[in-house]
């Protein structure tokens, strides 16, 4: 039974407005109460299950996006992952726009049996940011794909991660390619939630200066108050941030490779690719598009694509300019601002260092990029 509230209310843009004074409130008061009762799931084949039983169970979250529509072919054709849902936020462009580029990409890996969820349609308590600049106006760099035969699972985003989560404590972890809205949201709403989820991997942030502001990266920039409430849930997370996605440019001879496939993500990969170069090319970009989010997804299929060092990383999210800064100590102490003269310190000084982020410091950009080539187009020559 869904709460009262929500049998009211059933549209979603309503659902966030209710969550969100919960979600915020609990950052100062404690999570909220749990979600009702979920729907249920579409069943994937028999032959499906068989091939992923011995899988990573895996939640995308994401906001599609030309990244996010290779992360999420590279997830969906790679056997080390069970993609058991797939959940869209606004992001990179509005929410009716994410919603069915997901979808679209779950049709074009012939993974229909993938539950697609709606999630949040904006920020937490800030105004909605977009980067049509980067994505063009549908998401995919300008390239028109039929629209999606499928529909989303009426379950919104939250209340799918917390069910999917519970039924397999221990076992899946969050994908989070986009702010940070609808993971916050389920953390908050289920007191038992973060316990519960094995880890989460994400693509944002930055240890060296941020692409919107120079402090901050897009994603926490979006939504600076989700990211924190997700550094400072208890899970074990692994940030794969600027640092390294910065250094995997989508080049000329990658993009023909994708063009030389046949198969239905190939063909799509290699014409978003190219209208998305031919985009950067327009905009006086000497550079190839940067594929942040496969790389992220990447760190679960090949981590030794990726290297890692622990940090312990929070949040800024008061700051006029520096606000979805992701800060990284390495070691003791965590110092914080000294406290104004003649007024009473609410919050220590210091802190004793307790690492919470396996952050990515360097990459293996031809690695990378021979196993997201070979993943999509089919071919089986991804190793070294």
Not at 7 to 23: E, H, I, W, Y
Not at 82 to 97: D, H, K, Q, R
Not at 207 to 221: H, K, M, Q, R
Not at 336 to 365: G, H, I, L, M, Q
Request: net charge neutral; with cysteine.
């Amino acid at each position: 039974m869904k709460p009262d509230w929500f049998q009211r209310n059933p549209d979603r843009r309503m659902f966030l407005k209710v969550t969100t004074g919960s979600a915020i409130a609990a950052m100062v008061h404690g999570p909220s109460r749990a979600f009702g009762a979920p729907y249920g799931l579409p069943q994937a084949t028999a032959s499906h299950r068989a091939e992923v039983t011995t899988a990573a169970k895996v939640i995308i979250d994401t906001d599609p996006g030309v990244d996010d529509a290779f992360a999420l072919m590279l997830a969906m054709r790679s056997p080390e992952l069970n993609v058991m849902a797939v959940t869209a936020v606004a992001g990179n462009l509005p929410l009716e726009i994410t919603l069915p580029n997901a979808l679209r990409m779950v049709e074009i890996c012939d993974r229909t049996d993938i539950p697609v969820a709606a999630g949040a349609s904006a920020p937490l308590i800030r105004q909605q940011v977009t980067a049509s600049y980067a994505h063009g106006e549908n998401g995919l760099g300008g390239v028109t794909l039929p629209p999606p035969k499928i529909t989303a699972v009426k379950e919104h985003a939250a209340e799918l991660i917390c069910r999917i989560v519970l039924e397999h404590p221990g076992e899946v972890t969050l994908i989070g390619l986009g702010p940070l809205t609808n993971l916050a949201l389920a953390l908050r709403s289920e007191p038992g939630l973060a316990k519960a989820i094995k880890s989460i991997v994400l693509m944002g942030g930055s240890l060296s200066g941020g692409n919107v502001t120079p402090a901050a990266e897009f994603n926490f920039y979006v939504d600076p108050e989700a990211a924190s409430i997700v550094f400072n849930s208890g899970v074990p997370i692994t940030m794969v941030g600027l640092d390294v996605t910065r250094k995997v440019e989508l080049t000329e001879p990658y993009i023909r490779q994708l063009e030389a496939g046949t198969n239905k993500p190939s063909r799509a990969a290699a014409g978003i690719a190219r209208a998305i170069m031919a985009t950067y090319r327009g905009h006086g970009e000497k550079g190839g598009p940067t594929l942040h989010d496969p790389l992220a997804v990447s760190a679960l299929i090949r981590p030794d694509i990726l290297t890692f060092e622990s940090y312990r990383v929070q949040i800024e999210t008061n700051g006029l300019i520096t606000a979805g800064e992701s800060v990284g100590w390495k070691r003791a102490p965590i110092r914080y601002a000294a406290a104004f003269e003649n007024s009473p310190r609410v919050t220590p000084s210091e802190e004793a260092f307790t690492a919470n982020t396996k952050v990515a410091v360097d990459v293996r950009p031809d690695s990378f990029f021979r196993l997201l080539v070979d993943r999509i187009t089919g071919n089986k020559q991804d190793n070294g």
